[in-house]
């Protein structure tokens, strides 16, 4: 047996526990916490082995990739969401392929994703990606102007807003780190209290491989696991 299927297996089973100890932590239980496995750069195979451990819910990062590799996966019970930035052209090609687009970065892309969904009859399930470190380095709406742009998405028939999403700036410690976090839930609590039609709060998308516990402290309830289960991208 490939070794690597056997490390899948143990870093799912340790992943779980953090996750689970953490929630715990946080006052809610291992199950308030969605567990994703980001699959960008990792082959069918071992999405498969991850899948068969369990894994209910995988992230790709790129559109096309992820189309190259959907047939080959055991996608029955599984949910699909499309978690790196977006173009508006390849909108069309994804649209009808994942439950959730959780990079909704701009009120043009939400504009095109509009589009394309009343083009299907379909509602569109999308988190807004916030950019909470304010970095000309990543994508993501500007915290200070996000409420403008949220009401405008917010009124698009075919689009429900779910949650929030952010990737953090790399921080020194903990407590750094934990500031944004808590920024980030601040925003979706606030959110969540206005009661607005066709937006429901459900997902707070933060943490990732090396900050997913500190991220379920402060809040989050999906956490977007690659490299800790799959070990270290693989670039072509």
Known sequence: MDTKFIDI?????RIREK????????????KDVRFMAVTKTVAPEYINHAIAQGI???GENKVQEFLEKRDSLNLQSVEKHLIGHLQSNKVRKIITEVDMIQSVDSVSLAKEIERQ???HNMTANVLLEINVGGEESKTGMDKALFE????QIA??????????????????NNSELAKFF???HQLFIDIRAKNIDNVSMDI???GMSGDFEQAILCGSNLVRVGSSIFGARIYK
């Open 182 to 184: 808590e920024q980030m």
């Open 56 to 58: 209910d819910l995988i």
């Open 19 to 30: 996750i689970a100890e953490a929630a715990v932590r946080s006052g809610r239980s291992e």
């Open 117 to 119: 969904a009343e083009k």
């Open 155 to 172: 009124e698009m028939k075919h689009i429900a807003i779910k949650g929030l999403m952010t990737i953090p700036p790399i921080c020194d």
């Open 9 to 13: 297996e143990e870093n799912i089973k």
């Open 204 to 206: 707070l998308s933060m």
């Open 148 to 151: 403008d742009s949220f009401f």
